[in-house]
T-cell receptor
Framework: EAQVTQNPRYLITVTGKKLTVTCSQN?????MSWYRQDPGLGLRQIYY???????DKGDVPEGYKVSRKEKRNFPLILESPSPNQTSLYFC????????????FGPGTRLTVL | GESVGLHLPTLSVQEGDNSIINCAYS??????FIWYKQESGKGPQFIID?????DKRQGQRVTVLLNKTVKHLSLQIAATQPGDSAVYFC????????????FGAGTTVTVRA
């Protein structure tokens, strides 16, 4: 089944404790991206990747890191999480080298205490 | 700064009627627009997209209209069904500049039986 998977789905952590949210797609997609969703703010793009070893900042990249060592994986890293990073996170991918017709993962709900 | 926004945060529609969801954008350089549907507890799902060289595009029961003069985008859903109840997001991209995608805050559509 073609899909985007994220792990974990739910995470409660404390301020400053490094964490990684994994994202994997099995569709051989070029473009991958991370978004956060907060009430009243819609989805805001954190980082995106056009292809392996190519990553670029979205609108809200501060406090996040990403890597794209393999085409299928695009992990989101929070080196020192803070409470303002409490949010619902979505990973997405699309076949072409751009943000068109993205397939979204199920989301990761992160709480930072 | 540039932003993408929706005219109304909520829309209530009678089952079987047509729905119209509006979106205003402010970046005149945007040349790609996309609509997503998000059901409760799920990730966004692609509905339809349109490029700036078009003013109308039709899909299955959906039509997107683009008016570049007034920077307005709309999504029309024909014969609205209970399964259409969701949050709808418009998003924009300027392919000439980058591959970021900017989302509006969303409109919640509720279908009345």
């Amino acid at each position: 089944e073609a899909q985007v998977t994220q792990n974990p789905r739910y995470l409660i952590t404390v301020t400053g404790k490094k964490l990684t949210v994994t994202c994997s797609q099995n569709m051989n997609h070029e473009y991958m991206s991370w978004y956060r969703q907060d009430p009243g703010l819609g989805l805001r793009q954190i980082y995106y990747s056009m292809n392996v070893e190519v990553t670029d900042k979205g609108d809200v990249p501060e406090g996040y890191k990403v890597s794209r060592k393999e085409k299928r994986n695009f992990p989101l890293i929070l080196e020192s999480p803070s409470p303002n990073q409490t949010s619902l996170y979505f990973c997405a991918s699309s076949l072409a080298g751009g943000p068109n017709e993205q397939f979204f993962g199920p989301g990761t709900r992160l709480t930072v205490l | 700064g540039e932003s993408v926004g929706l005219h109304l945060p909520t829309l209530s529609v009678q089952e079987g009627d047509n729905s119209i969801i509006n979106c205003a954008y402010s970046n005149s350089a945007s040349d790609y627009f996309i609509w997503y549907k998000q059901e409760s507890g799920k990730g966004p799902q692609f509905i339809i997209d349109i490029r700036s060289n078009m003013d109308k595009r039709q899909g299955q029961r959906v039509t997107v209209l683009l008016n570049k003069t007034v920077k307005h985008l709309s999504l029309q859903i024909a014969a609205t069904q209970p399964g259409d109840s969701a949050v709808y997001f418009c998003a924009e991209n300027d392919w000439k500049s980058d591959y970021k995608l900017s989302f509006g805050a969303g409109t919640t559509v509720t279908v009345r039986a």
